[in-house]
């Protein structure tokens, strides 16, 4: 049996097992690698309270609690195989410890009840404002940190929190150079100066909530897990049809090109983990995109005629904006003009 069945073989035994009963654990896996390397920067900034960390669907922290969720595929490499085709690249150690160190900030925030000072709301805004799962976002903004990807510190203050200790806290960045002249400077010093004075101080220990999702509680099977990826209300996919006529030839003038369709499944995990990162949004909702465009593609029988590269590229900067709209809309909405009748 070559590696690619015996591959085919263990990723299906995988997909078909509960979340639950695969016996993951932090301990011996490279979660517990990440969480050592946070805790030393921890350390090395003098706070002393190491938030707990534990198995969950996704990154996170408990609204109002200060644990840290971490994703379970990351507890296994196999698992992280699996997440890596469907989300076309697994976190690197680098975007892992920004995720950890945001959710850091969080759990601070929610420990010593940091949002509750009149400064938070001075410098940050309302905590208790509704969150929008969507929201605008101005990428020229100097009044927030720049730390994960798709300027979340715009998303919510309790956002702009963690985005701000998580700029704060990484090693052998000089943010005061880095944000010298910005309004951002500002949150920058306060945190400073508040993890000074509560820096060795010890919350309460936390306790996991019914609103927290731990492994052992997670019990559906891995392809459920990616059976609920995001969705994106497309409706008439028809709309991006005069869009892939641009990128592509017709069987006319490309009779010997690769069938678009075909192109855009065989570079799907490239342009999924390309848009993403542009645009700031999930890999499912990428993922959701482009396999509307490969559906469109075949029924129109384009062809790809191009350099591979220059396709590439265009592909990225249409899907990429796609999803701009997308985020600041919250919509697809496409005229009877444009999608015929």
Same mark, same amino acid.
């Not at 296994?76 to 975007?95: K, T, V």
């Not at 969507?134 to 929190?161: C, N, T």
């Not at 997670?218 to 995001?230: F, I, N, P, R, S």
């Not at 890999?283 to 396709?311: D, F, I, K, M, Y």
């Given at each position: 049996?070559?590696?690619?069945?015996?591959?085919?073989?263990?990723?299906?035994?995988?997909?078909?097992?509960?979340?639950?009963?695969?016996?993951?654990?932090?301990?011996?896996?490279?979660?517990?690698?990440?969480?050592?390397?946070?805790?030393?920067?921890?350390?090395?900034?003098?706070?002393?309270?190491?938030?707990?960390?534990?198995?969950?669907?996704?990154?996170?922290?408990?609204?109002?609690?200060?644990?840290?969720?971490?994703?379970?595929?990351?507890?296994?490499?196999?698992?992280?195989?699996?997440?890596?085709?469907?989300?076309?690249?697994?976190?690197?150690?680098?975007?892992?410890?920004?995720?950890?160190?945001?959710?850091?900030?969080?759990?601070?925030?929610?420990?010593?009840?940091?949002?509750?000072?009149?400064?938070?709301?001075?410098?940050?805004?309302?905590?208790?404002?509704?969150? #929008?799962?969507?929201?605008?976002?101005? /990428?020229?903004? $100097?009044?927030?940190? =720049? @730390?994960?990807?798709?300027?979340? +510190?715009?998303?919510?203050?309790?956002?702009?929190?963690?985005?701000?200790?998580?700029?704060?806290?990484?090693?052998?960045?000089?943010?005061?150079?880095?944000?010298?002249?910005?309004?951002?400077?500002?949150?920058?010093?306060?945190?400073?100066?508040?993890?000074?004075?509560?820096?060795?101080?010890?919350?309460?220990?936390?306790?996991?909530?019914?609103?927290?999702?731990?492994?052992?509680?997670?019990?559906?099977?891995?392809?459920?897990?990616?059976?609920?990826?995001?969705?994106?209300?497309?409706?008439?996919?028809?709309?991006?049809?005069?869009?892939?006529?641009?990128?592509?030839?017709?069987? #006319?003038?490309?009779?010997?090109?690769? /069938?678009?369709? $075909?192109?855009?499944? =065989? @570079?799907?995990?490239?342009?999924? +983990?390309?848009?993403?990162?542009?645009?700031?949004?999930?890999?499912?909702?990428?993922?959701?995109?482009?396999?509307?465009?490969?559906?469109?593609?075949?029924?129109?029988?384009?062809?790809?005629?191009?350099?591979?590269?220059?396709?590439?590229?265009?592909?990225?900067?249409?899907?990429?904006?796609?999803?701009?709209?997308?985020?600041?809309?919250?919509?697809?909405?496409?005229?009877?003009?444009?999608?015929?009748?």
């Amino acid at each position: 049996m070559d590696s690619t069945s015996s591959w085919d073989d263990e990723r299906a035994q995988l997909l078909g097992h509960r979340i639950s009963e695969l016996g993951l654990a932090i301990g011996g896996s490279r979660v517990e690698r990440l969480v050592s390397r946070l805790n030393d920067e921890l350390a090395a900034r003098g706070v002393a309270f190491h938030p707990p960390v534990y198995l969950s669907d996704e990154w996170g922290c408990p609204d109002g609690t200060p644990l840290i969720g971490v994703p379970f595929y990351l507890a296994d490499e196999r698992l992280e195989r699996i997440e890596a085709e469907h989300a076309g690249a697994i976190e690197s150690d680098d975007e892992a410890m920004r995720y950890l160190r945001h959710e850091a900030g969080h759990a601070i925030n929610y420990a010593f009840h940091l949002y509750e000072r009149p400064e938070f709301a001075t410098l940050f805004g309302d905590y208790g404002r509704p969150y #929008a799962e969507h929201y605008p976002a101005d /990428p020229m903004s $100097r009044d927030h940190v =720049r @730390h994960i990807l798709g300027w979340y +510190a715009q998303k919510h203050p309790d956002e702009d929190f963690a985005e701000t200790f998580a700029v704060w806290l990484t090693p052998g960045l000089d943010w005061r150079t880095e944000y010298a002249g910005w309004g951002a400077l500002r949150k920058l010093e306060w945190m400073d100066a508040v993890m000074r004075e509560i820096g060795q101080l010890a919350p309460l220990p936390p306790e996991l909530t019914d609103d927290d999702l731990p492994v052992d509680a997670m019990t559906w099977t891995v392809a459920d897990h990616y059976a609920h990826e995001e969705r994106l209300p497309i409706g008439d996919a028809r709309q991006f049809d005069g869009d892939l006529r641009r990128v592509f030839a017709t069987v #006319a003038d490309a009779p010997a090109g690769e /069938p678009a369709a $075909r192109y855009l499944t =065989r @570079h799907e995990g490239e342009l999924v +983990a390309r848009i993403s990162y542009w645009a700031g949004v999930a890999p499912a909702a990428v993922r959701s995109l482009l396999r509307a465009l490969e559906e469109r593609a075949s029924a129109l029988e384009l062809r790809s005629a191009g350099l591979e590269a220059a396709t590439l590229i265009e592909l990225t900067a249409f899907g990429t904006a796609v999803m701009m709209h997308w985020r600041y809309t919250n919509a697809f909405r496409a005229t009877r003009a444009e999608v015929g009748t």
